[in-house]
Nanobody
Framework: QVQLVESGGGLVQAGGSLRLSCACS????????MGWFRRALGKERELVAA????????YYQDSVKGRFTISRDNDKNTVYLQMNRLKPEDTAVYYC?????????????????WGQGTQVTVST
């Protein structure tokens, strides 16, 4: 059973930065493409960024391009999301999950479970 534990969220002013981490256990992390998703209040969960397990090729939703950077450490079974120049519209609960490649904005998580997520709140 895969377990996902997200951390690093918090309250930050617009323009600030946060670094999210997602620790994975119970599976062979290094063979999965991984993604960060977010769900804002009253909205559907959406894919924000993803990274391949092989060459580190990355995908970003248009709204976060140039501000967010996804990375991974296969030795630590961890995927990261560096978020810079945060905006109030980035406020959401952020989750990680495996994804299938090729990828697009409608891609879904492929593990049969989700972690608890980490809350990111960006104030004006």
């Amino acid at each position: 059973q895969v377990q996902l534990v997200e951390s690093g969220g918090g309250l930050v002013q617009a323009g600030g930065s946060l670094r999210l981490s997602c620790a994975c256990s119970g599976g062979t992390f290094s063979v999965y493409h991984m993604g960060w998703f977010r769900r804002a209040l009253g909205k559907e969960r959406e894919l924000v960024a993803a990274i391949t397990w092989t060459d580190g090729n990355a995908y970003y939703q248009d709204s976060v391009k140039g501000r967010f950077t996804i990375s991974r450490d296969n030795d630590k079974n961890t995927v990261y999301l560096q978020m810079n120049r945060l905006k109030p519209e980035d406020t959401a609960v952020y989750y990680c999950n495996a994804v299938l490649w090729p990828i697009n904005e409608t891609s879904k998580g492929t593990f049969g479970t989700w972690g608890q997520g980490t809350q990111v709140t960006v104030s004006t």
